[in-house]
């Protein structure tokens, strides 16, 4: 069954400390991948995404993630976070296929100053 | 981006009466539509996938009778909550995206839909 993972729901950093947020999926076929955040009371706002091409794919605020096809996994970095990175962070999948547009359950994400 | 239009933003609603939840793609043709269901501090829980013409598909565990989904043109589809129930409280979102602009297109989300029933 398609389906997208996210573990450590809950993760606590301090500032500049590096982040990274693991993404998998299931489904053998052809992918588009996405990474959102949604701060405290907020919509849910596009970070980056892959489509194709280069692997690896920079986003706003200083995210990347990185598309890894062997293991099905598309990690979201950033290498210093700050106070205001604290929010959830959902991956999310588009299989082609059924054409299904599914989330992870989120990583919430706390940054202390 | 695409600019996705979801209304009301909110809705408060007798037990047992229904609502209907309007999602409309301004400016690009949205042949296909997804509805989600977010409740507080959790995911996106797609509820179904509709492309313009044809019936929805629901996920596993989605009552097509009771949440009753119509896209009947390339820019409006509509999300309609029968005998809601406290229990249908939530907030719900929608989301277009044509992919017949082929492979790499994103979906574009609308602002959602908090309902409350009570």
């Known amino acids: 069954a398609q389906s997208v993972s996210q573990h450590n729901h809950h993760v606590i950093l301090s500032e500049a400390a590096s982040l990274e947020l693991g993404c998998n999926y299931s489904?053998?076929?052809?992918?588009?991948l996405f990474w959102y955040v949604q701060y405290p009371g907020q919509h849910l706002q596009l970070l980056l995404k892959?489509?194709?091409?280069?692997?690896l794919v920079k986003g706003i605020k200083g995210f990347e993630a990185e598309f890894i096809k062997s293991k099905f996994s598309f990690n979201l970095r950033k290498p210093s976070v700050q106070w205001s990175d604290t929010a959830e962070y959902f991956c999310?999948?588009?299989?082609?296929?059924?054409?299904?547009?599914?989330f992870g359950k989120g990583n919430q994400v706390v940054v202390i100053p | 981006g695409a600019v996705v239009s979801q209304h009301p933003s909110r809705v408060i609603c007798k037990s047992g009466t229904s609502v209907k939840i309007e999602c409309r793609s301004l400016?690009?043709?949205?042949?296909?539509m997804f509805w989600y269901r977010q409740f507080p501090k959790q995911s996106l829980m797609l509820m179904a996938t509709?492309?313009?013409?044809?019936?929805?598909?629901?996920e596993q565990g989605v009552e097509k009778d009771k949440f009753l989904i119509n896209h009947a043109s390339l820019t409006l589809s509509t999300l309609t909550v029968t005998s809601a129930h406290p229990e249908d409280s939530s907030f719900y979102i929608c989301?277009?995206?044509?992919?017949?602009?082929?492979?790499?297109?994103?979906?574009?989300f609308g602002q959602g839909t908090r309902l409350t029933v009570v």
């Open positions: 989301s277009a995206r044509d992919p017949g602009q082929g492979v790499g297109t994103e979906a574009f």
């Open positions: 489904y053998g076929g052809t992918v588009n």
């Open positions: 892959y489509f194709s091409g280069d692997p």
């Open positions: 999310a999948v588009i299989f082609y296929g059924n054409n299904r547009l599914a």
């Open positions: 400016d690009f043709q949205a042949t296909t």
């Open positions: 509709s492309n313009e013409g044809s019936k929805a598909t629901y």
